[in-house]
């Protein structure tokens, strides 16, 4: 994500509905189960965080036992698959790109794609790993055993602050 430009072109920051974003990373990323898709949408709206300091999509993120979840994503989709399976997009890579286009503007469509190269190419348990190393999920599990469920929100702040500290610790 240290690659990113923060140029931005005319079109001003755009807001996507998140089932529009979690239909894009369905066609674009091959292999993609719940938790996959889970994680790709919380690194998309963290690095948009941390870069244009405005989300991206208007869920939050709370810090379930396996990492950050979208609960309107977990309701949408958890009929879609047998958990750990993977979720066959119900649209093509085109129609879902089109539509990401007409909301966002090219700096946000880059960065966007950015995460999906960065993170799409590890598993839902290699990314789960990841997030419980982070200080926004660790910041929002405080005092919960390991096991313990929770509904609590991942603060956006800390989830922007993190990221823009980590691009700017790992520039080059």
């Avoid at 949408?41 to 036992?65: C, G, M, N, Q, R």
């Avoid at 419980?132 to 390991?146: C, D, F, N, T, V």
């Avoid at 929770?150 to 500290?165: E, L």
Wanted: with cysteine; proline share 2%; glycine share 4%.
């Amino acid at each position: 994500m240290a690659n990113q430009k923060k140029t931005t072109n005319q079109k001003g920051l755009g807001v996507l509905d998140s089932i529009e974003l979690a239909n894009y990373i369905l066609a674009k990323v091959k292999n993609v189960d719940q938790l996959k898709l889970q994680k790709l949408i919380y690194y998309t709206e963290a690095w948009h965080l941390a870069y244009f300091k405005k989300s991206i999509i208007e869920d939050d993120f709370e810090a379930w036992v396996h990492g950050p979840v979208s609960r309107k994503i977990w309701i949408k989709f958890r009929g879609d698959s047998i958990l750990y399976s993977n979720i066959n997009p119900k649209l093509t890579l085109k129609e879902t790109e089109k539509k990401i286009k007409n909301r966002i503007n090219d700096s946000q469509f880059d960065l966007l794609n950015e995460v999906l190269e960065v993170y799409g190419k590890y598993s839902s348990f290699k990314l789960e790993e990841l997030t419980h190393s982070e200080k926004p999920w660790l910041s929002a599990r405080k005092g919960l055993r390991q096991s313990e469920p929770s509904s609590k929100c991942i603060n956006k702040i800390t989830m922007g602050n993190f990221y823009r500290k980590y691009a700017q610790e790992n520039k080059n």
